[in-house]
């Protein structure tokens, strides 16, 4: 007897029933009708924590054009600066990520002033940033933000947090690139606000479009920044569900939690 044959939709939700990658594999070398459905899986969410990783990607995708990278919806870089590097000298292998919609950056060293560039609108669909850098340019993270139209959660922290923005050194002009459509900014917006991060906060306030987060998680721990998260709240007056606000520091530790239930 010949095998019988399932219909394309039923063999497609069969695949989307298995949860472990072993049966995913699997499916991937019994037919090669199915690999797409069994990548679109196990692909899901990629991280690379070091650069092993990442050259172990690049050697077993080295052509971006049919890279599973395409399935992809979480992306986390934990080792930014080799991929920016490795971007740079293959030729952008950072843009097959095309349908990324969560993104999280992250380098314990100082990148250097455009080393955000080659994640500048890769994917449109990104709607989650999180950007975790040792010292961030604000006008380069600001310039990524700018770059994804859906963007609605934004997450920024920096591990120096300076006690004045003229000790943080230079930072580019303002705003470099005009998007065609400004970031949607209506999720949640978490800063832990300080230095560079401080300069970030501002020129949020002055995003094309304006801001219109329902939740806020805000912790500072100086004097001058108390006006900025004043700022913050009122930019999102009209939106604003959740509220949280924390200082550390010298001064009077304190916590503000404040809800509003949708209307």
Known sequence: MSDPQLPAELLDHIVDLLHDKISLRNCCLLSKSWIPRARKHLFAHIKFHDVEELQS??????????????????????????????????????????RVERLKVTCGGILPIDSLVPFHGFSPAVKTLCVDLALPPSSEVFDLILSFPLLEDLTVTAYDNRSADSSDGPDKSWRTIQPSSPPMLSGSLKLFLGG????????????????HFRELDLAWFREEDIMLVAALVGGCSHTLESLIITCYGDLTSMSIQHLRPRQ
């Open 57 to 98: 990607w690049k050697g077993t995708f080295p052509d971006p054009s049919t890279s599973p990278a395409y399935y992809t919806k979480t992306l986390f870089v934990y080792c930014a600066s080799a991929a920016i590097a490795t971007d740079a000298k293959e030729g952008g292998w950072i843009k097959a990520f095309s």
């Open 196 to 211: 560079r991060v401080s300069r970030l906060a501002r020129r949020l306030l002055s995003t094309p479009g304006g801001i």
